[in-house]
């Protein structure tokens, strides 16, 4: 049995500096994984030369590590109150505290990828290599100057700026060094120390103590006969602590990798299969060693000069022997040209441990033999090696010496063909901070999504979003997810409703100060002249009313319609509301040089006068946008299909009642655009789940545009919803709405149209299209219901255009998940807002 800390090799820390019993000094940095997931094949290949310049440019006995760890419940919750003033916003407060024990039961988990390359030795007399063979702890912290951590500090600059930029390297510090062991102490097991990803989750320590522990290789202390530890590949590390659960951990390393290579992109990326794996904690390193070009081309001559020299000595022989030197000359011919056509390459020689932790030796076995015949699936043959399962353990740690098994279980390949391997890579989605929305389901981890859709701003994008997806499968309670969010959050939000049950103005009862509109039994007036300031009433009041009177604006009546309409004509004429500008036309058509235009505008705007009421009815208070919510009731408006909107014989055909609700409906739009996108201080958000109606007209096109590129300058926001992204999302909803959901779509046409609306590249990926059609909430039994577990699914293009699947895990509050999740039973139709206008 080996004791614990005889394999920690540092003797002192200067913040990200270590300073090992070797004398070897390595720097260690937390590295920015690139963001892959659904991306395009070309997106793929940026990130493989990203890795390619990478590896190129790491010093030999560099480490890169990939350490699974649980996510801090502190860490979640801080990120949901980020920006948000708790003492003004007691909902939200009461969701936050709700969503603690949901957070804490889905046990999330993180990677943290780590870089720890050399930067120089404490002893300028000896070779480092010699000195870590030697084992040499003849180092003094105290002899250590500023002088000299400058120095290492420099030559690490060096190497990052080589690298570049991609991976973002941040120093860790100090106290992590003491984080990584008693991880490693505690594998899996029930004391595994969650991810340190918080701020301030490790102090500023420059020292650290590492706790002492046994490693029992073979577990034998488990059983009472003697067995030999080569018949048990399992490490059981048993901490001094007599309180800390032993953790039982196995190394695995492949032995060997497909001969014929491994296809990128989908092929290489063997480390992707450690993800998902339940109740184990799965970490990997990659010890590295290059060689240059030039080297690597001297070695391969000198190879082929000893492969001549056998093949003479065995011309005579009839053996198998002669075949098998003719194959390998033959394969050091094909490596020798990569070199020879690719001088900027360089040969790199690795060895891979896969670490598997849990609490007990029969969970970390099954998941080893899990691994196993996944990797099967790849052609690699993964070996768990006995009586080395402790020098693999070390392999993990930063700074360790070096052993014997880091070069019996090390492969050789160009530095291209590494790459392809891609280790530092995601596929989280969604934002840094924000209520939590749902689960990532892609990454393996069950990592909370973010959704800041109040703090977009603030990183200069915008916040609208849209959403797509077929009759249930949860369009309209996702958005009422986030519309609860944002009025929870300080924010007000208007939402169109077109069920005829009324699901908004049902849900709109369990918020305070909201405020349920009919446009067919009006309480209110939706009068443009008495909404908008008297600058732009007019214009808006065009906007509406000629589509409305199916006019031109060039023709006689359009002239007309915009004289009166001009601030000056409105102040001339005392023109106040729609019914004062139908009483001046009736007048001037009497005493006017156009009196014919005048009075055919007068007759066309008469025959409104009593069809209209929200429009004509001057009783009736205007619109007040200041309410937290409000929601307009459309069920009962006639509006034109998509394809009446976008073919224009059908456009011209469009009926009175259609052209009505399309007026009214924009104007809905108009005055939403003109109370949120204003410096009032309070977030606004437009929802619209008729996504046509704000994209395929002139004026909806327009409020989709301003929303989309002002929306972030004014703490606003649209969102928007349809059943196919092809016809609805056009122009500013396609090109300026970054974050996209798609929910579960069975018809191949429109899953098509959505994966492509998403930024799916289908060519390359094409079990995508199953998988949003058979396996994304899909509808199982005789009732053909969606179970309650697979609820919410869904794909999710997040604002830095990462593509992803996720699972929507609605409110966590009671209250909050009952009002919208619940369908009214009764007709709401007749329901108002007595009282709640002035």
């Known amino acids: 049995m080996v004791f614990g800390t005889d394999l920690q090799p540092t003797t002192a820390i200067r913040g990200n500096l270590q300073f090992t019993r070797s004398g070897l000094v390595t720097a260690t940095y937390f590295m920015q994984p690139l963001s892959y997931g659904f991306r395009s094949a070309s997106d793929k290949f940026e990130v493989k030369s990203a890795h390619h310049a990478l590896v190129n440019n790491l010093p030999v006995g560099s480490l890169l590590l990939g350490i699974q760890s649980r996510l801090d419940t502190l860490d979640t919750l801080g990120k949901m109150v980020e920006g948000i003033d708790l003492s003004t916003c007691a909902d939200y407060a009461d969701e936050v505290v709700a969503a603690y024990g949901r957070i804490r039961a889905i046990e999330s988990r993180t990677r943290l990828f780590l870089l720890t390359i050399p930067v120089g030795s404490t002893n300028t007399g000896l070779n480092t290599m010699t000195r870590t063979l030697r084992g040499s702890t003849t180092f003094d912290a105290t002899t250590l100057t500023r002088a000299d951590l400058d120095k290492y500090d420099n030559t690490a600059s060096e190497v990052l700026s080589r690298i570049g930029g991609e991976f973002d390297p941040v120093p860790v510090p100090a106290a992590f060094f003491q984080w990584l062991w008693e991880h490693y102490l505690s594998r899996g097991a029930g004391n595994d120390p969650s991810a340190p990803t918080r701020p301030g989750a490790l102090d500023d320590a420059t020292a650290a103590v590492f706790r002492s522990a046994v490693l029992d290789e073979g577990a034998r202390t488990d059983s009472t006969r003697r067995l030999r530890p080569s018949f048990a590949p399992v490490l059981k590390v048993v901490q001094e602590d007599p309180e800390a659960p032993p953790s039982y951990q196995t190394l695995l390393t492949p032995r060997s990798f497909p001969y014929a290579g491994m296809h990128f992109p989908g092929g290489s990326e063997f480390l992707s299969v450690l993800e998902g794996l339940e109740d184990v904690t799965v970490d990997w390193a990659i010890r590295i060693t290059t060689t240059p070009a030039d080297t690597v081309l001297k070695n391969n001559e000198l190879s082929l000069r000893r492969l001549g020299e056998q093949m003479d000595q065995r011309d005579q022989e009839i053996s198998f022997a002669q075949s098998s030197l003719m194959s390998k000359a033959h394969m050091l011919g094909e490596y020798n040209q990569h070199f020879e056509v690719h001088p900027g390459e360089s040969e790199v020689s690795f060895t891979t441990v896969l670490a598997i932790g849990s609490p007990t030796r029969d969970i970390t076995l099954d998941a080893v033999n899990t691994l196993k015949r996944r990797y099967k699936r790849y052609q690699i043959e993964m070996t768990a090696p006995v009586g080395a399962q402790t020098d693999l353990w070390s392999l993990l740690i930063p700074g360790s010496t070096h052993r014997r098994a880091y070069d019996d279980f090390a492969h050789i390949i160009p530095s291209d063909m590494w790459a392809g391997f891609v280790p530092f890579t995601t596929h989280q989605i969604g934002d840094d901070s924000g209520p939590v929305i749902g689960v990532n389901l ?332 058979e396996e994304t909430s899909p509808p199982t039994g005789t009732g053909r219901q969606v179970l309650e577990a697979r609820r919410g699914e869904m794909f999710m293009r997040d604002a830095l255009n990462r593509i992803g699947r996720g699972k929507v895990l609605g409110p966590a509050r009671i209250d909050r998940a009952r009002a919208i999740s619940s369908t009214p039973t009764t007709n709401l139709a007749g329901r108002s807002s007595s009282g709640a206008f002035p």
């Open 442 to 773: 892609m990454s393996g981890h069950f990592e909370p999504i973010h959704f800041g859709i109040m703090e977009a701003a603030l990183h200069d994008l915008s916040a609208s979003f849209a959403v797509t997806g077929e009759l249930g499968s949860g369009k309209s309670f996702f958005l009422k997810l986030i519309a609860a969010l944002v009025h929870d959050m300080g924010g007000q939000f208007l939402a169109i409703d077109r069920s005829h049950v009324g699901e908004w103005a049902h849900f709109a009862t369990a918020i305070d100060d909201a405020i349920v509109i009919d446009l067919t039994e009006p309480t209110i007036s939706l009068d443009p002249l008495r909404m908008f300031d008297s600058a732009v009433a007019g214009e808006h009041t065009m906007d509406s009313l000629l589509p409305l009177l199916d006019v031109s604006a060039t023709s006689g009546i359009g002239t007309a319609a915009s004289t009166l309409l001009t601030p000056r004509g409105l102040n001339e004429h005392h023109i106040k509301c729609l019914l004062d500008l139908v009483l001046v036309a009736r007048t001037l058509a009497t005493d006017s040089d156009t009196a014919d235009d005048y009075r055919e505008l007068a007759q066309r705007l008469s025959s409104l006068i009593d069809r209209v009421p929200v429009l004509f009815d001057r009783t009736l208070p205007p619109l007040r946008l200041d309410a937290a919510a409000t929601v307009v009731r459309t069920h009962r408006l006639a509006l034109p299909t998509a394809e009446e909107l976008t073919t224009p014989h059908l456009y011209q055909r469009l009926p009175l009642t259609k052209r009505l609700g399309t007026a009214l409906y924009e104007l809905v739009g108009v005055a939403a655009r003109t109370a949120f996108l204003s410096d009032n201080g309070r977030f606004g958000l437009l929802v619209g789940d008729e996504a046509h109606h704000f994209t395929q007209t002139h004026v909806g096109a327009a409020v989709t545009s301003d929303f989309s590129r002002d929306g972030r300058k004014h703490l606003a926001a649209i969102a928007l919803a349809s059943h196919d992204p092809a016809s609805d999302f056009q122009g500013a909803a396609h090109n300026l709405i970054p974050t996209r959901f798609v929910f579960r779509q069975r018809d191949e046409v429109l899953a098509r149209n959505s994966l492509e609306w998403l930024g799916v590249d289908l060519n390359s990926t094409p079990y995508l299209l199953q998988i949003l059609r």
